[in-house]
């Protein structure tokens, strides 16, 4: 696989929409997120959308978890061959 023909995923663009992804988009792009504001630019958001929100997060710290487990196991087979 050739990472210069990779695209990046915006993380909230996965997670939120509409709106409250162009607030969350403006008060972070390209930092990473605090705490502290996610919470505030939630508030007055739907239950809907903070639990659709909610479980897309849980899904993408799944797959992360997923790759990093991959990558581990990789390296440490590549240690012991060594």
Do not use: C, W
């Not at 663009?13 to 630019?41: D, N, R, S, Y």
């Not at 508030?43 to 790759?67: F, M």
């Amino acid at each position: 696989m050739n990472l210069k023909d990779q695209r990046a995923v915006d993380p909230l663009a996965l997670m939120f929409h509409g709106e409250l992804l162009a607030e969350l988009e403006e008060l972070f792009h390209p930092h990473v997120p605090k705490i502290t504001v996610i919470q505030e630019a939630l508030k007055g958001a739907p239950a809907e959308d903070l639990r659709v929100a909610l479980s897309r997060a849980k899904t993408l710290i799944a797959y992360g978890e997923a790759v990093k487990q991959a990558i581990g196991t990789r390296e440490e087979k590549s240690a012991t061959a060594r």
